[in-house]
């Protein structure tokens, strides 16, 4: 019997793919509390410099004195990706600091209503959108020419079950999530060429403060924790594990998709 092995595969053995972002730069928004938080603890542990952008701007700077404390590089910058300054400054504090962009990961993202579609305001509609859709794009456009100076580079849209599935009393929320899947496939196909990759991560009901008043409402978290197989609500780790796969070279022939952490509820 040949035991011998060649090529590819014996690489493989040799040196099984790693998920790590050494000599990096990665931009994260909303990256002050819940997930956004975890998401630059992640990347930044796998050995990304770090932008981190949020409103919130003391509980963001604690996010950042935390990854500095354990040895990592993670700059601080206050600002809504829902206004163009704000994400131009974003993108200027980038290429002052470092020159480049390889990750950018979309996470900041609104949820402040859950009422039904016809008691929606027009300014909460437009609040949403804003946020979660036209400020994920606007900040798509500022990385692109930063990742055509490190040669590519990986976007990750934060999307949501809801991008896919509806739900009651979600209508601005769901409706920017589907349209940010849009955009990631979009982007994937325009940027492609570029050696830009552009996924999304998609989770179900985290343990956030976001979803809070919903898992402490007894009917409510019983009626989520109905559609979920695996009968937990996630943690923010297990999307973050997703996004850093996304964003490192162990994902490097994938682009255009989106990777359900939804604990099988898009399964059904």
């Excluded at 790693?18 to 050995?47: E, F, H, I, P, Q």
């Amino acid at each position: 019997m040949n035991s011998s092995i060649a090529g590819t595969d014996a690489a493989l053995l040799a040196q099984p793919p790693v998920m790590r972002l050494d000599g990096k730069v990665a931009w994260v928004t909303g990256a002050s509390r819940g997930l956004g938080r975890s998401l630059a603890y992640a990347l930044a542990g796998a050995g990304a410099e770090v932008l981190l952008s949020a409103r919130s701007q003391e509980p963001l700077e604690q996010t950042a004195a935390a990854i500095r404390a354990h040895g990592g590089v993670a700059h601080a910058l206050g600002g809504s990706v829902a206004d163009a300054a704000d994400v131009e400054r974003a993108a200027a504090l980038v290429r002052e600091t470092w020159g480049r962009l390889d990750v950018l990961i979309n996470n900041a993202a609104i949820s402040p209503t859950f009422k039904r579609s016809e008691e929606v305001g027009e300014r909460e509609w437009r609040d949403v959108l804003e946020t979660n859709l036209s400020g994920a794009f606007h900040c798509c456009q500022a990385a692109a020419p930063l990742m055509d100076a490190a040669g590519g580079g990986s976007i990750v849209n934060v999307s949501s079950v809801h991008g896919r599935v509806a739900h009651e009393r979600l209508i601005a929320y769901a409706a920017s999530k589907g349209g940010l899947e849009m955009v990631t496939r979009t982007l994937a196909i325009e940027w492609a060429r570029r050696g830009i990759r552009v996924n999304s991560v998609a989770p179900g009901y985290l343990e956030t403060e976001m979803t809070a008043a919903l898992r402490n409402h007894e009917r409510w978290s019983e009626k989520l924790l109905a559609r979920v197989p695996l009968g937990r609500f996630g943690t923010t780790s297990e999307v973050a594990a997703a996004a850093l796969f996304l964003a490192s070279e162990a994902a490097s022939y994938v682009t255009g998709t989106t990777l359900f952490i939804d604990g099988g509820w898009t399964a059904q």
